[in-house]
């Protein structure tokens, strides 16, 4: 499968482009003027401890809601207040902390869905089973497999997916956000309950298919090791504040970030 | 044709039994071989094959608990008993044989669409909820059309501008007598195997699949692109419009509408058939669907201990086997030929069952 038409084919406007954004719920200001911008097919890990505002930084870049100020562009287009399933086409993907499978359906199917869009066929052509719908099926189902291929899930793909190991449910739900033919990858702590064997299998599955889809990715991870070994540059967090930003050597280094996360002396 | 020949193959297994067993229904019907009270099971078979089968759409693949499907057989009812009144009051088709068999066409498909339009109107504010809250609000929809179909005075007495608020619709313009009923027992077999192909094409393709990914995670759902009130809107309005047209062959079915017989009851009445058929299985809604209706027709003078047998079939029924009859079980006609055709057959599979 390649990725589709690219919509930033102007090398000056950054792929996004975030902007001041923030978010309060109530008294609680739970993400603060957070800044970013991604070029393409780059890396970025955003760190922070627990509770401080990572994962609602992905939900308000997916949508989920809606930023309080602040903007943010996607290849240009504004994208406050548009919908989840909206974003997700115009090109943002994201994964779960906890892993949010089709459970009941087959793996094939799980990837399936990502790729409606992507069939031809309308509603009539499929209750008729027309020429057109058997076409859009078997070329849907051979870039499905494809894609499981990747993952080598290939001779899973009949498998139900709640009967998978935890370590290939990972890697299925990442499967799926690349089914939408995103440009951006949002990973949720994809390394959260693995064992070292399968973490190290997660990062050369992420290079792959960094360059394999020329995608950027954006991942949260609480993995230091992981973090520091693959990620270009670093964002750290914490209260919803962004207090550091640099490269991984950087990081490590900075005072504020090992004060958030060690505590200080006084 | 870019149809796979094993595809191609199934569909020819399976039009050729669909054809024999509507060949033999026909027969049975024209040669009036059958009692009027078989004939009416059969009929009432058919509208309970096409409710629960659609009822299944929704609360079986989209996962929502809707529980005013017969609200919408109301409107499908009482939409083409009035209309079929009008044309013949107004001389257009009126009369018997071809004119008949067209009026109830126009009639199916004007109540399908009337149907399905209320039930995007209906769901637009209803689907925002979930759950308990759905099923109380769809219930409450389905008590609200009754009601209001109660209070219009075209709708009740002898009919449009003969009638009277009431109840009861004395006059419908279909109303088929015996023989027609059996006569028609063909047309109303065909009606309902295209409704359930068409249900079950719908479920196996882009649209299926994505009404049942809402059912499993409605959060992941949107977060692969699809747009949820979108599908369960439409979801809901196109199982509302097989309600409609269910309605029309009811209407077809008695001399008279009583809305007493489309209210709550009835609406639980289906969910029951869903639900022991199994949420998520066509065929489980089928053979349900004609078990129950066999059953409460054999029960008929144990009328009032109906709810109660059902209440405790359905309480066993959760503690031993929760997922319904069938599960989510498919029944194939093609693979089970080939099953049959011993291990040598080539496209021999191990039965498919979507657990």
């Not at chain 1, 869009?117 to 078997?138: C, D, I, Q």
């Not at chain 1, 089914?179 to 951006?184: F, G, I, N, R, Y």
């Not at chain 1, 991984?248 to 996360?261: K, L, T």
């Not at chain 2, 509408?257 to 209210?263: A, F, H, I, K, S």
Request: aromatic share 10%; hydrophobic share 45%.
């Amino acid at each position: 499968m390649e990725t589709g038409t690219m919509l930033c084919t102007d090398r000056e406007t950054p792929l996004i482009k975030v902007s001041h954004l923030g978010i309060t719920f109530g008294g609680l200001r739970a993400v603060n003027d957070f800044s970013l911008e991604m070029g393409e097919n780059e890396l970025v890990g955003l760190i922070g401890p627990n509770g401080a505002g990572k994962t609602t930084v992905f939900n308000l870049l997916t949508g989920v809601y809606t930023p309080s100020e602040g903007d943010y562009y996607f290849c240009g287009q504004r994208m406050n207040g548009r919908k989840t399933h909206e974003i997700v086409q115009s090109g943002i993907a994201r994964t779960f902390q906890n892993i949010r499978l089709f459970s009941k359906m087959t793996v094939l199917d799980n990837v399936k869905v990502a790729m409606n869009p992507h069939y031809e066929y309308n509603v009539f052509a499929a209750m008729l089973r027309t020429g057109k719908y058997w076409a859009s099926e078997a070329e849907n189902d051979k870039k499905s497999r494809e894609l499981l291929e990747i993952f080598n899930l290939q001779d899973k793909a009949d498998a139900v997916a709640e009967n998978l190991p935890y370590g290939q449910q990972r890697k299925l739900e990442i499967a799926r956000a690349l089914a939408t033919d995103m440009k951006l990858l949002l990973l949720d702590e994809p390394a959260a309950g693995m064992n070292p064997t399968e973490t190290e299998e997660l990062l050369e599955c992420i290079r792959i298919i960094r360059q394999r889809f020329n995608i950027s990715i954006l991942l949260i991870e609480h993995d230091m090791s992981l973090v520091m070994k693959i990620c270009e540059r670093i964002i750290v967090i914490d209260y919803g504040t962004t207090i550091a930003r640099g490269t991984p050597e950087e990081i490590s280094q900075d005072p504020r970030v090992i004060a958030a996360y060690l505590g200080t002396d006084d | 044709m870019n149809m796979p020949k094993k595809n191609k193959q199934a569909a020819l297994i399976n039009i050729a039994a669909l054809s024999i067993l509507l060949g033999i229904v026909a027969y049975l019907g024209f040669t009036r071989a059958l009692s009027s009270y078989i004939v009416g099971i059969f009929w009432l078979s058919c509208i309970g094959i096409i409710m629960a089968t659609s009822l299944n759409l929704t609360n079986g693949f989209l996962g929502q608990m809707a529980l005013g499907h017969a609200g919408f057989m109301l409107i499908g009812s009482y939409s083409s008993a009035l209309l079929s009144l009008a044309m013949v009051r107004a001389g257009v088709l009126a009369g018997g044989g071809a004119q008949q068999l067209a009026r109830f066409i126009i009639c199916l498909i004007f109540s399908g669409l009337l149907a399905g339009l209320f039930g995007i109107l209906v769901g637009i504010p209803a689907l925002r909820l979930r759950g308990d809250y759905l099923a109380i609000i769809t219930l409450g929809f389905g008590e609200i059309i009754r009601v209001v179909i109660q209070g219009i005075p075209w709708a009740g007495g002898d009919g449009l501008s003969q009638g009277s608020a009431s109840p009861v619709l004395f006059k419908t313009g279909l109303g088929f007598n015996n023989a027609t009923k059996s006569h028609y027992m063909f047309f109303v077999g065909l009606v309902t195997v295209l409704c359930v192909s068409v249900i079950y094409t719908f479920i196996r393709s882009r649209f299926g699949r994505a009404i049942i990914s809402i059912r499993d995670d409605e959060i992941a759902s949107s977060a692969s692109g699809i747009d949820i009130t979108f599908y369960k809107v439409t979801t809901f309005a196109f199982s509302a419009v097989f309600a409609g047209i269910a309605g029309s062959i009811f209407a077809a079915c008695y001399s008279s509408l009583n809305t007493g017989n489309m209210g709550f009851m009835a609406s639980v009445n289906y969910f029951v058939m869903v639900v022991f058929g199994g949420m998520g299985s066509i065929t489980g809604s089928i053979v349900a669907a004609i078990g129950l209706t066999s059953l409460n027709e054999a029960l008929r003078s144990f009328d009032e201990y109906r709810m109660l047998v059902y209440s405790i079939v359905l309480i066993f029924m959760m503690i031993f086997r929760p997922a319904g009859l069938l599960g989510t079980y498919e029944f194939s006609l093609a693979k089970t030929v080939s099953y049959l055709r011993g291990p040598g057959a080539k496209s021999k599979k191990k039965k498919e069952v979507q657990a």
